[in-house]
């Protein structure tokens, strides 16, 4: 099947950090660009980070900017999002998803003390 699949989120103090990861099957990953998005309680989808195919281009969004770092690993088919800094406005299911639509179930981060 050709999927996305998130993990590695949970519950993290203010300040505390997580790292993410997405892993992909059933396509030819390395040949894609990523993005990272999050949905948080009540509000639209944000689009957060990007990455290029070989990973040597990282783009954010200016609200992460400085406490997240997005890589990938070809070879594993995974992407990583590590997020520092964590404060409560991050706090929102994130997803990985393609240029194209594809998105991932999510993995829910919660920022509360």
């Known amino acids: 099947d050709v999927q996305l699949v998130e993990s590695g989120g949970g519950l993290v103090q203010p300040g505390g950090s997580l790292r993410l990861s997405c892993t992909a099957s059933?396509?030819?990953?390395?040949?894609?660009?990523i993005n990272w998005v999050r949905q948080a309680p009540g509000k639209g989808r944000e689009w957060i980070a990007r990455?290029?195919?070989?990973?040597?281009?990282?783009q954010y969004a200016d609200s992460v900017k400085g406490r997240f770092t997005m890589s990938r690993d070809n070879a594993k088919k995974t992407l990583y999002l590590q997020m520092n800094s964590l404060q409560p406005d991050d706090t929102a299911v994130y997803y990985c998803?393609?240029?194209?639509?594809?998105r991932g179930q999510g993995t829910q981060v919660t920022v509360s003390s």
């Open positions: 998803q393609t240029n194209g639509g594809l």
């Open positions: 059933g396509f030819d990953f390395r040949a894609y660009e």
């Open positions: 990455i290029n195919s070989v990973g040597n281009r990282r």
